[in-house]
């Protein structure tokens, strides 16, 4: 049985609430260790960026302040939601349809806050949490999809999710861009965003030291206001995450890594 497994059927047998405790305290150490010792300054630049996002929230989350600072200074952004985000209230259809109008509506009202219009913002519009089971024809039309947008755009940058992310979706959505990059035959910096990885993923159980090599940090001090009001436009899903873990992501400085491609 492979750790992660092991680390499911654990999670069954402890409470809850004792859970999210040690993952919270989990997640705040990892990334205040990261951010303190673990990773050196990522400089501002004026390349274009394209960031894929599993789900609508993970952008802003991740990404945010990077986003806001690029787009001050006039930088294009573009944001690519793969998935329609419908899973994350149950498995009801009528709420499921709901929820992918209201997570949508709060993409845009999100990244309005950002600064990216609604020409710059992409929705592929997969079913939430189906990624990792795609038929290889439908795979490779994703694929596609995603090369026809680096093409269009030509970004400097590329963010996606970490590739250890602890969500099925959220690591597909590297897989999927990755190999959208190949295809294309751009040259691009790959970055990755830590969502659910420190707070899922124990030290050293699920990561290595390799995996949290090369961290960089952004300081969005300047547009932290930004990002935490873009948060905020999130309001179906802030009520749905654990207690304590939108925290991390309301720091002065946002955590990447570049990815060895």
Same mark, same amino acid.
């Given at each position: 049985m492979n750790h992660k497994n092991s680390l499911i059927k654990l999670e069954k047998i402890i409470p809850k609430n004792l859970i999210n405790q040690i993952q919270y305290i989990h997640a705040s150490l990892l990334s205040r260790w990261i951010l303190n010792w673990g990773?050196?300054?990522?400089?501002?630049? =004026?390349? %274009? %960026?394209?960031?894929?996002?599993?789900h609508q929230d993970d952008e802003t989350l991740g990404c945010g302040g990077m986003i806001a600072r690029k787009r001050e200074q006039g930088i294009p952004v573009v944001v690519t939601f793969l998935t329609d985000g419908r899973g994350s209230h149950g498995l009801d259809p009528h709420i499921q349809n709901q929820i992918i109008n209201i997570r949508k509506q709060e993409s845009l009202t999100a990244l309005n806050i950002l600064g990216v219009k609604p020409s710059?913002?992409?929705?592929?519009?997969?079913? @939430?949490?189906?990624?990792? @089971?795609?038929?290889?024809?439908e795979k490779q039309q994703l694929i596609f999809r995603i090369c026809e947008l680096l093409q269009r755009y030509q970004p400097g940058e590329v963010y996606v999710p970490h590739h250890k992310d602890c969500h099925r979706d959220h690591e597909v959505t590297y897989e999927l861009v990755k190999e959208a990059i190949? =295809?294309?035959?751009?040259?691009?910096?790959? /970055?990755?965003?830590?969502?659910?990885?420190?707070?899922? %993923?124990?030290?050293?159980? /699920?990561?290595? /030291? =390799? @995996?949290? %090599?090369? *961290?960089?940090?952004?300081?969005? $001090?300047?547009? =932290? @206001?930004k990002? $935490?009001? *873009?948060? *905020? *436009?999130y309001h179906s899903q802030l009520e749905m995450l654990p207690r304590g873990f939108i925290q991390r992501f309301l720091n002065s400085e946002e955590i990447f890594f570049k990815a060895d491609f």
């Open positions: 990773s050196q300054p990522l400089i501002f630049n =004026q390349k %274009a %960026a394209m960031v894929f996002s599993p710059e913002i992409h929705f592929l519009d997969k079913e @939430d949490g189906t990624l990792k @089971d795609l038929k290889i024809e190949s =295809q294309s035959g751009i040259t691009v910096e790959l /970055l990755e965003y830590p969502i659910w990885v420190f707070w899922r %993923a124990p030290l050293f159980i /699920l990561l290595n /030291l =390799q @995996d949290i %090599a090369f *961290a960089y940090r952004l300081s969005i $001090t300047s547009v =932290q @206001d990002k $935490t009001r *873009a948060i *905020a *436009a």
